[in-house]
């Protein structure tokens, strides 16, 4: 079956860029669409957005600036990059495989989720 | 608006039944997808396009929608479906997704 795993630093300093790599095992990364979401304590889950196995991309509005999200077909991984990140940025980051029926999108398959911690 | 509400808290007494609700404009237009998430777990998908359920979710766990509420009900419920669940639509009239806050179900 399907397994995510991400993996990145743990520790990013304020100002600095976030990467996270998600790594597809099990699985094809074609034809589905690949989310990053995170979740604080204060602001539960939170949508980041997607990246298409093509490499087209929805982006959460309020990140959208600072955000990049990329796949590579032939390692089976996708990435996170989030600039200028701050404390408020500080959450548990999950990957997850979604995919749309119809017009109706949902997230099938979970990584067990990275901790980054925003400090100096 | 692109919100989503949902009652904080709810609880349930072994082998009844509970409704969770998530409330929101886009939920008029958009169903709702429901994930439960137990502590230090990730999220898991238990409800989509309304009333579908992923393989091996038990059919206790059903979901409905009417107007801008969206509901996931289990019946009969058990000690393990203790969680937070969280909806989960698109944006009206945006590309975008958003969350519900979540509930905690408690299994008393």
């Known amino acids: 079956q399907v397994q995510l795993q991400e993996s990145g630093p743990g520790l990013v300093k304020p100002s600095e860029t976030l990467s996270l790599t998600c790594t597809v095992s099990?699985?094809?990364?074609?034809?589905?669409?690949w989310t990053w979401i995170r979740q604080t304590p204060g602001k539960g889950l939170e949508w980041i957005g997607y990246v298409y196995y093509s490499g087209s991309t929805n982006y959460n509005p309020s990140l959208k600036s600072r955000l990049t999200i990329s796949v590579d077909t032939s390692k089976g991984q996708f990435y996170l990059n989030l600039r200028s990140v701050t404390a408020a940025d500080t959450a548990v980051y999950f990957c997850v495989r979604s995919a749309y029926t119809g017009s109706h999108y949902y997230m099938d398959v979970w990584g067990k989720g990275t901790t980054v911690i925003v400090s100096s | 608006s692109s919100e989503l509400t949902q009652d904080p808290a709810v609880s349930v007494a072994l082998g009844q039944t509970v409704t969770i609700t998530c409330q929101g404009d886009s939920l008029r237009s958009h169903y709702a997808t429901w994930y439960q998430q137990k502590p230090g777990q990730a999220p898991l998908l238990v409800m989509y396009?309304?009333?579908s359920r992923p393989s091996g979710v038990p059919d206790r766990f059903t979901g409905s929608s009417s107007g801008n509420t969206a509901s996931l009900t289990i019946t009969g419920a058990q000690a393990e479906d203790e969680a937070d669940y969280y909806c989960?639509?698109?944006?009206?009239?945006?590309?975008?997704?958003?969350f519900g806050p979540g509930t905690k179900v408690t299994v008393l």
């Open positions: 099990g699985g094809s990364v074609n034809n589905y669409y």
């Open positions: 989960n639509s698109r944006v009206s009239n945006a590309h975008h997704f958003v």
């Open positions: 396009r309304e009333n």
